[in-house]
């Protein structure tokens, strides 16, 4: 299996454009995850789904962070508009048991 | 509500020394714990993990880490440091529902 795979790896836009973050989880895996990695505040989870269904959405900072996920095979991450503040390292991650399976990451930057 | 405490946010050590990374976490319940390492600009793989069963737990390169309930702890350790363990080392709890929670991570220097 190819893992977990993140599209784009890295994203630079400017303030208050739309960010559409991208993640194909390990085929059989039912859950899935999105983290945000920054200096500050460390590794934090944003959203988490069960079989594609949000299960705990309580770590999406505000309103203008929206996650999907339509099919088992894809879930989006998206981001309008986007600040300043929201440049971070997007982690997708997935499990079936057990342990998590991280992809590698999507390095956005908002000037 | 479930934690996990890292001490040491930066740990060096010479190449060849032991490497100890502490972990302790905070649970009313047994947890499931995990160690997870993050090298530059990659995501995070796993190290070992305790679930049930044998308190002191193998994982690759060469870790190992050991529950002790009665210390709250979940400190990892590897009897030789090589300059390739440089990187950040995660320690995470879970105790029995989906949701991993993470410390704040630990970044380990190997001195030559």
């Known amino acids: 299996d190819a893992g977990v795979i993140q599209s784009p790896r890295h994203e630079v836009t400017e303030m208050g454009q739309e960010v559409t973050l991208r993640c194909k989880p390990i085929s059989g895996h039912d859950y899935l995850f999105w983290y945000r990695q920054t200096m500050m505040r460390g590794l934090e989870l944003l959203i988490y789904f069960n079989n594609n269904v949000p299960i705990d959405d309580s770590g999406m900072p505000e309103d203008r962070f929206s996650a999907k996920m339509p099919n088992a095979s894809f879930s989006t991450l998206k981001i309008q508009p986007s600040e300043p503040r929201d440049s971070a390292v997007y982690f997708c991650?997935?499990?079936?048991?057990?342990?998590?399976?991280f992809g590698p990451g999507t390095r956005l930057t908002v000037l | 509500a479930q934690s996990v405490t890292q001490l040491g946010s930066h740990v060096s050590v010479s190449e060849g020394a032991l490497v100890l990374l502490r972990c302790n976490y905070s649970?009313?319940?047994?947890?499931?714990l995990f160690w997870y390492v993050q090298y530059p600009n990659q995501g995070l793989q796993l190290l070992l993990k305790y679930t049930t069963g044998a308190t002191l737990v193998k994982g690759i390169n060469g870790f190992e880490a050991e529950f002790k309930k009665s210390e709250t702890s979940f400190h990892l350790t590897k009897p030789s440091a090589h300059m390739s363990d440089a990187a950040e080392y995660f320690c995470a709890v879970s105790f029995g529902n989906e949701k991993l929670t993470f410390g704040t991570g630990t970044r380990l220097t190997i001195i030559p």
């Open positions: 991650a997935s499990r079936y048991t057990g342990e998590q399976f």
């Open positions: 649970s009313s319940v047994p947890p499931y």
